[in-house]
Every structure is written in structure tokens, then in C-alpha cells.
């Protein structure tokens, strides 16, 4: 049993008491002011590589694949964003394509171009974009550059099963077999490796024209 411990003289605990008395909370309800983020797309000038990466315009983050980004291909990369963000104009991100051929940052533009058609119904476009862009990518040694290239690959893959491309289907089935596909991209490869075999063992159930 716990016993409280008391002075031996009870006035005075009453004076200490007294002296001591409780103080009332102070409570801050004061508004804190925060300055929301800004809902404009924007990115600095000069803009980094890191800045690039981090802008958040497509489906598919961007990358640089097959080289290091100068400064030139990331000013130019920079401008055609700018402009896209503006009026999300696809025309503007092929024309860039066109202007820069070489810049590593086109796998990832053309990458995103096709998600961008696809979306929009214009299949043929999106498959030539998915093409185009595998082969840009296709060899780059870093981690990063190899995942733009391989979600490039595994679109292109599955468009061409969709459409009943078998042949070339199995050609970049096997041209992709070495290559490490992860997560979403691994997904969506092992589909295709199914749909595949389906139009090979089943081809009445895959090519289907007329009423049925």
C-alpha cells in the first residue's frame, strides 16, 4: 500500500500550496502560414538532369538511356517540356524527336509519345514510337536506362499481340530474352508469352473475323 508522504507540519503544506498555484494552458490557434505549391509546371533554368528526372508531365518518368545528358541536350529537353506543359501538344514532342535524334533523353520521350497515341486510339503511331524507341534504348548499360527501354519493349510486345502480330511478337520475344524485366514490365512480358502461345495452339480463338 502506497502512502502519500506529507510535512510533518500540515500549515505548512498549505503554504506551499498556495504559493504554487496550477497555470492554465496556453493554446496557439493561430493559422500557421504555408504557401501552397504551385500547380504550374515549371522547372529551373538551367535545368539539371535531376531536375528532369523529377518532372512530372507523363506516365512514364524520364531518363536518359544509351549516354550522359550535356548541357545542350538537357536546355533542349527543358524548352520542348515547357512548351508541351502548355498545351499538351504531342506535335511538340515530335518534333523534338526529330531535331534530336541522338540525345539520350529520346528512348524516354518517345517512350511516353506512345503511351500518349495509344491512349488516343492511333495504334499504328504508338507502335512506331514503341519501336523507335526500343532501339534507341535497347543498349544502355545503366539500371535506369535499360527500365525505360524495356517498358518500351514489353508496350511494343503486347501491341503487337493485341493486333494479332504474332510473328513479330515471337521476333522481339526473342530478341528481349536475355534482358531482366522487373515489376510491372515482368507482368506484362509473361501476358504476352501467354497470348503467344494462345495464337500458336489456338488460333481460331484468336483471329476471329465476321459475326461470332
Known sequence: MWLTRLPANPSLFAVETAASPATAPHVNRTAPSVKP?????SLPD???TEDLRQARLFAEPL???GGTPTAGDNAALAA???TYAAGKDPGALEAYVQANPASPWVAGVL??????????GYFSAALADWRQAWDAGKDAQDAAGQAIANRAAAELIRMYCRVGRQSEA???LAETAGR?????????MAE??????????????CFKCGPY
Open 63 to 65: 531518363t536518359p538511356a
Open 192 to 205: 504476352s508469352r501467354q497470348a503467344v502461345k494462345i495464337m500458336e495452339r489456338q488460333p481460331a480463338n
Open 170 to 172: 515471337e521476333a522481339l
Open 46 to 48: 538551367p535545368a539539371s
Open 37 to 41: 505549391p504551385s500547380s504550374e509546371f
Open 80 to 82: 520542348v517540356l515547357r
Open 180 to 188: 531482366s524485366f522487373r515489376g510491372r514490365t515482368a507482368n506484362m
Open 111 to 120: 517512350t511516353n509519345l506512345g503511351l500518349l497515341k495509344f491512349q488516343q
